[in-house]
């Protein structure tokens, strides 16, 4: 049976990820609305990343004995000045993300844990490649500028992404 510290700090965490899931979902909206196709694809698959990362905790809370309790979601912002601007706020909430993946293993460190430490290694890992990629992303929008035809190439490229669904744990 999961501790009861440890089952609340994963319950908020599903919050998190649906909630990283809804915003990038309004960063999709916002990217159809400029009608850059290949930023909506970038989204659409972030979306989908975020959903398997809810569920992986979701499924893992089960499998532990523990109560899935879901709690409103927070309602996301929906404009933004520019692409370079929504890249700035992914980076920013990734950082976030981060960081609250790490409080969550340092409750199971504090409750010992170890195999929640164990699944939460995935995040962690998951955590780099995600601030990995949106820093590339961003790095590239700060060379384009103004450059509308360069963002066109971006947009070209970011339309080749596509879901892998992850093996989480
Ligand atoms: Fe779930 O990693 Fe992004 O937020």
């Not at 994963?10 to 400029?34: C, P, T």
């Not at 790095?139 to 080749?160: N, Q, S, V, Y």
Request: glycine share 4%; no cysteine.
């Amino acid at each position: 049976m999961i501790n009861e510290k440890m089952e609340k700090a994963f319950n908020d965490q599903i919050n998190k990820e649906l909630y990283s899931e809804y915003l990038y979902l309004s960063m999709q909206a916002y990217f159809e609305r400029l009608n850059l196709k290949g930023f909506v694809n970038w989204m659409q698959v972030q979306v989908q990343e975020e959903h398997a990362h809810a569920l992986g905790m979701f499924d893992y809370l089960n499998q532990r004995g523990g109560t899935v309790i879901l709690e409103a979601i927070d309602k996301p912002q929906s404009e933004w000045e520019s692409p370079l601007a929504v890249f700035e706020h992914v980076l920013e909430h990734e950082e976030y993300v981060t960081s609250r993946i790490n409080a969550l293993m340092d409750v199971a460190e504090e409750v010992k844990d170890r195999a929640a430490m164990s699944f939460l290694n995935w995040y962690l890992k998951e955590q780099v490649e995600e601030e990995d990629n949106v820093g590339n992303v961003l790095a590239t929008l700060k060379l384009i500028g103004d450059d509308k035809k360069a963002l066109l190439m971006l947009d070209k490229e970011l339309a080749t992404r596509t879901f892998v669904a992850p093996v989480i744990g």
